[in-house]
């Protein structure tokens, strides 16, 4: 009973990597195709499909900025800061129009 599973999954495999070098082999004539016609198309990459990355989201600490040096009502932190061309606390009219409010 477990070689045949196993011989399954080889058998699928097998279809995998065949059906992926014949797709592969159409688009690259497609492009040559396409190249032939003035185009400047090409296959980039490494040929190897992998997970995709998961991004990590980014939580703000309940802790006064590094930048500011005090809490705001909701949570602000340096990366708040990164559009002043010189990085300084926030006034009032800025905690204001960012919609925060100085704990």
Do not use: W
């Not at 011989?7 to 688009?27: C, F, G, N, S």
């Not at 190249?35 to 309940?62: A, C, I, M, Q, W």
Request: proline share 4%.
């Amino acid at each position: 009973m477990a070689t045949s599973v196993l011989d399954h999954i080889r058998a699928v495999e097998h279809q995998k990597v065949k059906v992926k070098t014949e797709t592969l082999r159409k688009v690259k004539q497609a492009l040559n195709e396409l190249n032939k016609l003035g185009f400047d198309y090409r296959v980039v990459g490494n040929g190897s499909f992998s997970e995709p990355v998961k991004s990590r989201s980014r939580t703000l600490k309940d802790a006064p900025c590094k930048i500011c040096g005090f809490r705001t009502l909701r949570p602000h932190d340096a990366r708040s800061h990164r559009g002043q061309v010189k990085k300084a606390p926030f006034t009032r009219k800025e905690l204001e129009e960012r919609g925060l409010r100085r704990v």
